[in-house]
T-cell receptor, first 111, second 113 residues
Framework: QQQVKQSPQSLIVQKGGISIINCAYENTAFDYFPWYQQFPGKGPALLIAIRPDVSEKKEGRFTISFNKSAKQFSLHIMDSQPGDSATYFCAASIMGDDMRFGAGTRLTVKP | DAGVTQSPTHLIKTRGQQVTLRCSPISGHKSVSWYQQVLGQGPQFIFQYYEKEERGRGNFPDRFSARQFPNYSSELNVNALLLGDSALYLC????????????FGPGTRLLVL
């Protein structure tokens, strides 16, 4: 059922560094690409999202880069902080229906 | 405002039993979706309901069923439980006019022994 491939599985970054997580999708009909952050024992929380008509979206320290021709998108976390340590999921959907999630990336930011 | 609430938080069942999980969406949200999250994996879509009608269904067997009530709360039922049904079951609600923006509850962790 997975149509979104996410990498890496895990990532360790020093405090202040840049965290980069990548996703690739197959279905060109997808028109909404969100990123979710999940802490242990909690449900996923929407972090930032992009539509395929723009190539980049920035919200604070979080940036999505989107490459429609390559069917890839990525999350960049600038100035990574220990509080950013969580599992991150990319996802894709068609008008919000049947959201497909990647397998997740466990990010650890070392102080 | 209260977020999405789910009950119970944890549940232990044995193989072959049936389970009912409950979800209350954020006030004013009319759409509810259910997801299964197996440990170490991303959530997988099970059902979406909007205005009490099934709007979408993922690739899950008929043992899984759901419904939405007039107050927009929802129940997910799983019959004839298998060990592989052990997972975190997540409910997400969506506001009117913003179908993509899903707000997740904390989930119900189901363990099947």
């Amino acid at each position: 059922q997975q149509q979104v491939k996410q990498s890496p599985q895990s990532l360790i970054v020093q405090k202040g560094g840049i965290s980069i997580i990548n996703c690739a999708y197959e279905n060109t009909a997808f028109d909404y690409f969100p990123w979710y952050q999940q802490f242990p024992g909690k449900g996923p929380a929407l972090l930032i999202a992009i539509r395929p008509d723009v190539s980049e979206k920035k919200e604070g320290r979080f940036t999505i880069s989107f490459n429609k021709s390559a069917k890839q998108f990525s999350l960049h976390i600038m100035d990574s902080q220990p509080g950013d340590s969580a599992t991150y999921f990319c996802a894709a959907s068609i008008m919000g229906d049947d959201m497909r999630f990647g397998a997740g990336t466990r990010l650890t930011v070392k102080p | 405002d209260a977020g999405v609430t789910q009950s119970p938080t944890h549940l232990i069942k044995t193989r072959g039993q049936q389970v009912t999980l409950r979800c209350s969406p954020i006030s004013g949200h009319k759409s509810v979706s259910w997801y299964q999250q197996v440990l170490g994996q991303g959530p997988q879509f099970i059902f979406q309901y909007y205005e009490k009608e099934e709007r979408g269904r993922g690739n899950f067997p008929d043992r899984f069923s759901a419904r939405q009530f007039p107050n927009y709360s929802s129940e997910l039922n799983v019959n004839a439980l298998l060990l592989g049904d052990s997972a975190l079951y997540l409910c997400a609600s969506t506001p009117w006019g913003a179908q993509e923006t899903q707000y997740f509850g904390p989930g119900t962790r189901l363990l099947v022994l």
